[in-house]
């Protein structure tokens, strides 16, 4: 069983910065082809992705995202990374880590953080998540 901890929300105002963190337990992850992102669900809102990366460092941003977000992930080891730039108030949201492993349910989730595809409700398609970290934006 894969356990993701995320860690790093808080409150800043319209423009600042924040980093969120994403710790896991990795042996299951490093023995396959595995993904991982970062979602974001505002109150009534559903679930959308937000960025994407895959084991071999290929990412996805959403188009709300692109260019003040950036996800990194240095190693198998290392914590999962979302760096969040210019934030605005309409990024608050909870921020949840996720895992997906297979190339069939990583392909999905980056579907999902593009766009162009919808989270079911419950997220099956997506096999790991953490329990989110609040990031709150003021104007």
């Known amino acids: 069983q894969v356990q993701l901890v995320e860690s790093g929300g808080g409150s800043v105002q319209n423009g600042g910065s924040l980093r969120v963190s994403c710790a896991f337990s990795e042996y299951t992850l490093r023995s396959q082809w595995y993904c991982m992102g970062w979602f974001r669900q505002a109150p009534g809102k559903k679930r959308e992705g937000v960025a994407a990366i895959d084991s071999d460092g290929i990412m996805t941003y959403a188009d709300s995202v692109k260019g003040r977000f950036t996800i990194s992930k240095e190693n198998v080891k290392t914590p999962l990374y979302l760096h969040m730039n210019n934030l605005k108030p309409e990024d608050s949201a909870m921020y949840y880590c996720?895992?997906?492993?297979?190339?069939?349910?990583?392909?999905?989730?980056?579907?999902?953080?593009?766009?162009?595809?919808?989270?079911?409700?419950?997220?099956?398609?997506?096999?790991?998540w953490g329990q989110g970290t609040q990031v709150t934006v003021s104007s």
């Open positions: 996720a895992a997906a492993v297979g190339l069939s349910s990583c392909h999905i989730l980056h579907e999902v953080v593009r766009g162009v595809r919808d989270l079911g409700e419950p997220p099956l398609e997506i096999d790991y």
